[in-house]
Structure formats: C-alpha cells, structure tokens
Nanobody
Framework: QDQLSESGGGSVEAGDSLNLSCTAS????????MGWFRQALGKERELAAS???????FYTDTVRGRFTVSRDDVLNTLHLQMTSLQIEDTAVYTC????????????WGQGTQVTVSS
C-alpha cells in the first residue's frame, strides 16, 4: 500500500539540529515529487522544502541555508536535515508526495511535531 511514514520529530533547543525521515513506497519514491510541509499553531501550512523527481530542491526563504532535503532511493526515504533551529521553526512537519504517475496522485504522512525552545 502506498503511504508515507515520518519519524524524527521531537523537542530541541534553539540552535540545535534535528533530522526528519519519511519512509515511502518504491512507487512513491520513483514517481513523485516530494517535500516537507509545516504548519505552526495558528498559521497556514507552508511548503518548507521539496525535491522534484529529478532532484531539484526548493526551500522557503526562512529555512534556506539551514535545512537540507535529500532522497535516498535505495532506502526509499526522504530526509530533512534541520540545523540552527529557531523557535519559529516549531510546527507540525508533514511529508507529502505529489504529481505521482500518470494520474498525478498525491500522498500525505501523518505529521510529526518539532518543538524548538529557547
């Protein structure tokens, strides 16, 4: 069954690093663009970082230079390496895949909480 499963969230202090992982099916890894959305309490969901199927990364301005998105095609996993975390990075981070196959299907993970404290 095609699905996404995140891991790696948690509570850290400002300035720390944290790595998120999203395990996907082989179908998703090989046919979809993938990325990490985040939603802070009281705010709209935003695309934090993404990777096209061809490997082109995107970062929203507030995370560029601090976050790195990568894909492991052997382990079928999307990673998000987060460094120099700020209180403003506190959010639920959700792995997503879209534009999958001929039907342009989409998949969402359950989300994982990242909390950054001072």
């Amino acid at each position: 069954q095609d699905q996404l499963s995140e891991s790696g969230g948690g509570s850290v202090e400002a300035g720390d690093s944290l790595n998120l992982s999203c395990t996907a099916s082989r179908y998703i890894i090989t046919t979809c663009h993938m990325g990490w959305f985040r939603q802070a309490l009281g705010k709209e969901r935003e695309l934090a970082a993404s990777l096209t199927l061809g490997g082109t990364p995107f970062y929203t301005d507030t995370v560029r230079g601090r976050f790195t998105v990568s894909r492991d095609d052997v382990l079928n996993t999307l990673h998000l390496q987060m460094t120099s975390l700020q209180i403003e990075d506190t959010a639920v981070y959700t792995c997503a895949a879209w534009g999958c196959g001929p039907d342009f299907g989409a998949f969402w993970g359950q989300g994982t909480q990242v909390t950054v404290s001072s």
